[in-house]
Structure formats: structure tokens, C-alpha cells
Nanobody, 120 residues
Framework: QVHLVESGGGLVQPGGSLRLSCAASGSILSTNTMGWYRQAPEKERDLVAVIPSDGVINYADSVKGRFTASRDHVNNTAYLQMNNLKLEDTAVYYC??????????????WGQGTLVTVSS
């Protein structure tokens, strides 16, 4: 099995910064894509950033220029650097990944979520 563990959420004032981490563990042969999603209260889960194994990182328009996603391919870890946070960034942030296990079976997993609260 493959598991994702997120960390780094918390309370921050508008204009502040936070850095989220997502560590994948388990029987991983390769991780194709890792991504970040968020779900605000009473809203659907939306894409924040998708990080392919190679190629261009895709960001939601609402976070372009403020958030930077990255990956450590060796350690199967993803990061989300969030700068100039706004009230509307308040949400539970989820990490997502899919790839191939050492058994050659595919996997797709979600993390447990980490709460980011932007408030003055």
C-alpha cells in the first residue's frame, strides 16, 4: 500500500506564508503525478497545483504568482509554498498522487488533509 502524509498547515494572517509538505511512503516503484487540492467549507474540492513527473506544473488561476509547487522525486515528497495568503485561501489542503507500485499495480491515494486558516 501507499500512503501520503501532509504537514505544515496552520493559522496565518493575510499576506503571510506557509509551506506544506506531502511525503509518500510504501511500495512505490514510480510516482507519475503528485498534486495539491483544497476544499473550503461547503465547497467542492478544487485543484491547486498538479506536478507531473516531468513537464510543466499546472496551477489554478487563483493561486498563480503566489503559490509554488515542487517535488523531490528521489524521496517522493511534494511541497506547496504559499505566499501572500488571502482570506479565501482558507481550506483543507489535500495531497494526491498516482503511480505504480513495486507489484506493478497502479495506485492512487489521497492524504488526510491539513487545515490552512487565513485570518486576521
Amino acid at each position: 500500500q501507499v500512503h501520503l502524509v501532509e504537514s505544515g498547515g496552520g493559522l496565518v494572517q493575510p499576506g503571510g506564508s506557509l509551506r506544506l509538505s506531502c511525503a509518500a511512503s510504501g511500495s512505490i516503484l514510480s510516482t507519475n503525478t503528485m498534486g495539491w487540492y483544497r476544499q473550503a467549507p461547503e465547497k467542492e474540492r478544487d485543484l491547486v497545483a498538479v506536478i507531473p513527473s516531468d513537464g510543466v506544473i499546472n496551477y489554478a488561476d487563483s493561486v498563480k504568482g503566489r503559490f509554488t509547487a515542487s517535488r523531490d522525486h528521489v524521496n517522493n515528497t511534494a511541497y506547496l509554498q504559499m505566499n501572500n495568503l488571502k482570506l479565501e485561501d482558507t481550506a483543507v489542503y489535500y495531497c494526491h498522487a498516482f503511480g505504480i507500485q513495486r507489484t506493478l499495480r497502479p495506485f492512487e491515494v489521497w492524504g488526510q488533509g491539513t487545515l490552512v486558516t487565513v485570518s486576521s
